[in-house]
C-alpha cells in the first residue's frame, strides 16, 4: 500500500492595515487574496493582524504596540514566516527583522516566488529571475545576513539563497546580463509572431485563476496545465483554433492581479506583447467571485499600462455554475438589496451587456452556453478577418449558416 506524502506547509501569519485610501471591507478582501497566495506559495496562514492607521509607518509598517502584539504571537506559536500586504521599503523591512527575528517577506516577494516556483521555461525563468534581482537590489544590506539565517522556503528561492556573498556590483552586472538575454529572446518571439502569417490573433485577458487555461483547453482541445491556484499558467501558450472553418491563433496569458509588482510588468514584457498584438481580447471574469467587479477594474487598469486598453474586447464572464446569489427572506425588512442579491438575468441586464455592446456568460468546466460563446466569437473574428482580407467574405457565412 503506498503512504501518501503529506505536504508541510509553512506557518505564516498576515498583517494588513486599514487607511484612508483603503477602508476595511478592501483591506479585509486584500488578505483573503494574500491567504490564497500564501497557500499558492506553499504556507499555511494561523493568524491575521490588521491596524487601524491613517498611513503604514514609515519605519516599521505597523505601530510599536501592533507590531509588540505580532513578536509575542510569533515566538509563542512558532511562526516562521510573516507577510505583508504591501511593499515594504528596504528600511522597514530591516527594522521588522530585528524585532520580530524571524522572516519577513511582503506582498511583492510573495508573488515573485510563486512565479519562480511556476516559470518552466528558460524565457520565464530569466523573466522572473530578473525581477527578483531587481526587487532584492535595494535591499542587499540587510538581506544577505537574513538569507544565512533562513534558508529555503516561501520567499527564498532564486538568486538570494546562493548568492550570499554577492555585492551590489555583482547584483547590477547580473541585471544587465539578464536584460540582453531578454532582448534576445524577444528579437526570436518578434520573429515567430511575425512567421504566424496573417491569421486573427485572439488573447485571453483576466484576473488570474478565472479560468482562462480551462477554456483553452475546452474550445482548443489542448491540455494547457489548469489548477485552483493563483498563477498556475505562467508561459505563455499560443494554439491554432478553428471554429466553424474559421481558423484563428488564441493565446492564453499570464494572469493579472491588483498591486501587480512594477518588476514585473517591466520583465513580462514580451509576455504582454502578446497582448498588444492581438486583435481581439476575450477578457475572462470569475463571475462568482464576489468581488469581481474590482477585477475587472484591476485588469482595466493593467491593459491600460501596457497599451492594450483599446483593443477590441468580448467580456466573458466564467463559472456561472459557481455563481451564489445572497437572498433576502420575505419577511426582512431592514437589509437593503445589493448587487451582491442579483440573479444572474439581473446582471445580464445591467451594464456587462453595454460593454463593446454584448457579453457571454458560461461554464467552462460544465461547458454551458459554449455554443453561444463560439457563435460571438466566430463573428468578431470573421468581421476583423473580413475587413483584413475582403475577398474571402464568402468563404465565412455567418455563424447560423456555417454551422
Do not use: C
Given at each position: 500500500?503506498?503512504?501518501?506524502?503529506?505536504?508541510?506547509?509553512?506557518?505564516?501569519?498576515?498583517?494588513?492595515?486599514?487607511?484612508q485610501?483603503?477602508?476595511?471591507?478592501?483591506?479585509?478582501?486584500?488578505?483573503?487574496?494574500?491567504?490564497?497566495?500564501?497557500?499558492?506559495?506553499?504556507?499555511?496562514?494561523?493568524?491575521r493582524?490588521?491596524?487601524?492607521?491613517?498611513?503604514?509607518?514609515?519605519?516599521?509598517?505597523?505601530?510599536?504596540?501592533?507590531?509588540?502584539?505580532?513578536?509575542?504571537?510569533?515566538?509563542?506559536?512558532?511562526?516562521?514566516?510573516?507577510?505583508?500586504?504591501?511593499?515594504?521599503?528596504?528600511?522597514q523591512?530591516?527594522?521588522?527583522?530585528?524585532?520580530?527575528?524571524?522572516?519577513?517577506?511582503?506582498?511583492?516577494?510573495?508573488?515573485?516566488d510563486?512565479?519562480?516556483?511556476?516559470?518552466?521555461?528558460?524565457?520565464?525563468?530569466?523573466?522572473?529571475?530578473?525581477?527578483?534581482?531587481?526587487?532584492?537590489?535595494?535591499?542587499?544590506?540587510?538581506?544577505?545576513?537574513?538569507l544565512?539565517?533562513?534558508?529555503?522556503?516561501?520567499?527564498?528561492?532564486?538568486?538570494?539563497?546562493?548568492?550570499?556573498?554577492?555585492?551590489?556590483?555583482?547584483?547590477?552586472?547580473?541585471?544587465?546580463l539578464?536584460?540582453?538575454?531578454?532582448?534576445?529572446?524577444?528579437?526570436?518571439?518578434?520573429?515567430?509572431?511575425?512567421?504566424?502569417?496573417?491569421?486573427?490573433?485572439?488573447?485571453?485577458?483576466?484576473?488570474?485563476?478565472?479560468?482562462?487555461?480551462?477554456?483553452?483547453?475546452?474550445?482548443?482541445?489542448?491540455?494547457?496545465?489548469?489548477e485552483?491556484?493563483?498563477?498556475?499558467?505562467?508561459?505563455?501558450?499560443?494554439?491554432?483554433?478553428?471554429?466553424?472553418?474559421?481558423?484563428?491563433?488564441?493565446?492564453?496569458?499570464?494572469?493579472?492581479?491588483r498591486?501587480?509588482?512594477?518588476?514585473?510588468?517591466?520583465?513580462?514584457?514580451?509576455?504582454?506583447?502578446?497582448?498588444?498584438?492581438?486583435?481581439?481580447?476575450?477578457?475572462?471574469?470569475?463571475?462568482?467571485?464576489?468581488?469581481?467587479e474590482?477585477?475587472?477594474?484591476?485588469?482595466?487598469?493593467?491593459?491600460?499600462?501596457?497599451?492594450?486598453?483599446?483593443?477590441?474586447?468580448?467580456?466573458v464572464?466564467?463559472?456561472?455554475d459557481?455563481?451564489?446569489?445572497?437572498?433576502?427572506?420575505?419577511?426582512?425588512?431592514?437589509?437593503?438589496?445589493?448587487?451582491?442579491?442579483?440573479?444572474?438575468?439581473?446582471?445580464?441586464?445591467?451594464?456587462?451587456?453595454?460593454?463593446?455592446?454584448?457579453?457571454?456568460?458560461?461554464?467552462?468546466?460544465?461547458?454551458?452556453?459554449?455554443?453561444?460563446f463560439?457563435?460571438?466569437?466566430?463573428?468578431?473574428?470573421?468581421?476583423?478577418?473580413?475587413?483584413?482580407?475582403?475577398?474571402?467574405?464568402?468563404?465565412?457565412?455567418?455563424?447560423?449558416?456555417?454551422?
Open positions: 500500500m503506498i503512504e501518501k506524502l503529506e505536504i508541510e506547509y509553512e506557518r505564516a501569519i498576515l498583517i494588513g492595515l486599514i487607511t485610501n483603503q477602508d476595511e471591507v478592501k483591506a479585509l478582501e486584500y488578505l483573503d487574496e494574500l491567504e490564497f497566495l500564501t497557500y499558492t506559495a506553499g504556507g499555511e496562514v494561523i493568524k493582524f490588521i491596524q487601524k492607521m491613517q498611513k503604514p509607518n514609515p519605519k516599521t509598517f505597523i505601530g510599536a504596540g501592533k507590531l509588540e502584539e505580532v513578536r509575542i504571537y510569533v515566538e509563542a506559536n512558532d511562526i516562521g514566516t510573516v507577510i505583508f500586504d504591501d511593499e515594504l521599503s528596504p528600511a523591512q530591516k527594522n521588522i527583522e530585528k524585532i520580530l527575528n524571524t522572516k519577513i517577506i511582503d506582498r511583492t516577494n510573495l508573488i515573485l510563486i512565479f519562480a516556483q511556476r516559470a518552466q521555461t528558460s524565457y520565464a525563468s530569466t523573466q522572473v529571475e530578473l525581477a527578483q534581482y531587481e526587487y532584492l537590489l535595494p535591499r542587499l544590506a540587510g538581506m544577505w545576513t537574513h544565512e539565517r533562513q534558508r529555503g522556503g516561501i520567499g527564498m528561492r532564486g538568486p538570494g539563497e546562493t548568492e550570499i556573498e554577492t555585492d551590489r556590483r555583482i547584483v547590477r552586472d547580473r541585471i544587465a539578464l536584460k540582453e538575454k531578454l532582448k534576445t529572446i524577444d528579437k526570436q518571439m518578434a520573429v515567430q509572431r511575425g512567421n504566424r502569417g496573417a491569421l486573427v490573433r485572439v488573447a485571453l485577458v483576466g484576473y488570474t485563476n478565472v479560468g482562462k487555461s480551462t477554456l483553452m483547453n475546452v474550445i482548443s482541445k489542448s491540455e494547457v496545465f489548469a485552483n491556484k493563483l498563477f498556475a499558467t505562467l508561459d505563455t501558450t499560443v494554439r491554432k483554433v478553428v471554429i466553424g472553418n474559421l481558423p484563428f491563433l488564441l493565446t492564453d496569458t499570464v494572469g493579472f492581479i498591486k501587480l509588482p512594477t518588476q514585473l510588468v517591466e520583465s513580462f514584457k514580451s509576455t504582454l506583447d502578446e497582448v498588444r498584438e492581438a486583435d481581439l481580447l476575450l477578457h475572462v471574469v470569475d463571475i462568482s467571485h464576489p468581488n469581481f474590482d477585477h475587472i477594474a484591476s485588469v482595466h487598469q493593467t491593459l491600460d499600462e501596457i497599451g492594450g486598453k483599446d483593443k477590441p474586447m468580448l467580456m464572464f466564467n463559472k456561472i459557481a455563481y451564489k446569489q445572497e437572498t433576502i427572506a420575505d419577511d426582512d425588512l431592514v437589509t437593503e438589496k445589493t448587487t451582491a442579491h442579483n440573479t444572474l438575468e439581473d446582471w445580464k441586464n445591467t451594464w456587462m451587456n453595454k460593454v463593446n455592446g454584448e457579453a457571454v456568460f458560461i461554464s467552462a468546466t460544465e461547458k454551458e452556453n459554449l455554443n453561444e463560439r457563435e460571438k466569437v466566430y463573428e468578431w473574428v470573421r468581421e476583423i478577418h473580413v475587413k483584413r482580407f475582403p475577398y474571402n467574405s464568402f468563404l465565412y457565412p455567418d455563424f447560423s449558416e456555417e454551422m
